[in-house]
């Protein structure tokens, strides 16, 4: 009886010293498309099995930039959440700010430096220490086509813009709207920067799109950059402006549209509605870019907080992101691929096979190269610049290649 009642004394001092360690994370972020979404709950649902509970403060608008401004006035008035979807050179922004954790003793416990490629690692730290924590790999030059609407079109899925152009004529003759495009700034500036690396390769990309090299945002590679770009426009159709991007998505996926140029998180949309690559869909790089890779890697930083078993809480979310466990759901669910290193591709499909093995093969031949649109390549601020003179390019009627040129290289200075 004695015996007993020790028992159940210890169990209960268990349950309250886990109760008393379980933490809250307040995670804000802007995965609300149902392949985000259903990542987003991989999360939380991880976050959970370790005993601690999940705060969701998602702020919808692809791309990010509602979300980063609700980020910057929650920071401002003093109620930063405890983690936050931030990417790329922005990581940096925010850590000047002496609002970032060091998380250094998690990715030491967890030997991140040898799990993490080194173009990933350096990004995700500030003078030398981890602040954030990386959770997957998308490729953002991809091409997602309807292989029905192209069977009705007589077309035949394209590998450059000549190609791209003739399907999409033959797309519009079957009456089937050739690019599904979603018209908001951060969508044409994705199809604007699969474009400058189709037409102009990867020197030509890094040297005017990351470098900012005005000599090379002012040249004819640059003009020809334009011109295809612009030339795209006419075969979306007029319902376009302001549509979100995972409704392009799906007039692919009922064949309305044939085809759509967006980072893989499209795929996410696919699988969600029960969709197979190779018969439902087909993945291909977007024309002229197979043999180059546009990353963009998501990532949490995580905030300064006080509360110590919140502390505890997300410290176990940033490893937790980083098992092989987490690493493999989140990434089925959310079209990218595991930014691990080595990891197991077994379970997952032959679009995200080929993305691994370009991811490598890219890193050693230099045309791996960072994403400008979704915030790998510069400062928020030229980035944000460029986006709009190329999105003004992309709506106006009257604005020429040369106007555009100039205007984008003058953003491009931007600080
Ligand atoms: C990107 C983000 C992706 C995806 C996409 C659309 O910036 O990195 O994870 O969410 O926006 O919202």
């Not at 770009?229 to 006419?234: L, V």
């Not at 595991?338 to 990891?343: H, I, Q």
């Amino acid at each position: 009886m004695f015996a007993l009642r020790a028992g159940a004394v210890m169990v209960a001092a268990m349950v309250s010293t886990m109760a008393a360690q379980a933490g809250e994370v307040e995670v804000l972020h802007y995965w609300t498309s149902g392949g985000e979404a259903k990542a987003a709950k991989a999360l939380q649902a991880t976050l959970q099995a370790k005993g601690h509970s999940w705060k969701d403060f998602a702020v919808a608008g692809g791309g990010g930039d509602s979300a980063t401004t609700v980020l910057k006035s929650r920071v401002v008035s003093g109620n930063a959440p405890a983690a936050a979807q931030i990417k790329g050179p922005s990581i940096q922004e925010w850590a000047q700010e002496g609002v970032l954790a060091d998380i250094s003793d998690v990715a030491a416990a967890n030997n991140w430096d040898k799990l993490l490629p080194p173009v990933v690692a350096n990004v995700m730290k500030y003078k030398g220490k981890y602040v954030a924590v990386p959770v997957n790999v998308h490729r953002v030059n991809w091409l997602w086509a309807n292989p029905e609407a192209f069977k009705k079109a007589g077309a035949k899925v394209p590998t450059n813009w000549d190609e791209f152009f003739a399907a999409a004529d033959k797309l519009k003759a079957a009456g089937i709207i050739p690019v599904a495009h979603g018209g908001q700034n951060w969508q044409d500036f994705t199809t604007f920067e699969s474009v400058a690396l189709g037409v102009g390769g990867a020197d030509f990309y890094k040297k005017a799109l990351v470098q900012l090299d005005q000599g090379s945002l002012k040249s004819d590679t640059m003009k020809k950059v334009l011109t295809t770009f612009k030339r795209i426009k006419g075969y979306t159709d007029k319902n376009a402006p302001g549509r979100d991007w995972n409704l392009a998505t799906a007039m692919v996926i009922r064949g309305e549209a044939g085809m759509q140029l967006m980072g893989d998180w499209a795929k996410g949309e696919f699988i969600a509605a029960g969709k197979k690559p190779g018969t439902d869909f087909v993945c291909a790089a977007a024309p002229g870019t197979a043999k180059s890779f546009t990353f963009n890697i998501d990532s949490f930083a995580l905030f300064k907080i006080k509360n110590e078993a919140n502390v505890k809480a997300q410290k176990d979310l940033a490893a937790a992101i980083l098992a092989p466990e987490f690493q493999e759901v989140f990434n089925l669910n959310k079209g990218s691929i595991p930014v691990r290193l080595g990891a197991d591709m077994s379970k997952f499909d032959d679009c995200a096979k080929l993305s691994s093995k370009d991811f490598v093969d890219t890193a050693k031949s230099g045309s791996l190269v960072p994403s400008v649109a979704h915030g790998m390549a510069v400062s928020s601020a030229a980035e944000g610049a460029i986006k709009d003179a190329v999105s003004n390019f992309w709506n106006s009627d009257k604005q020429t290649v040369e106007d555009a040129m100039a205007k984008i290289a003058s953003a491009a200075k931007t600080k």
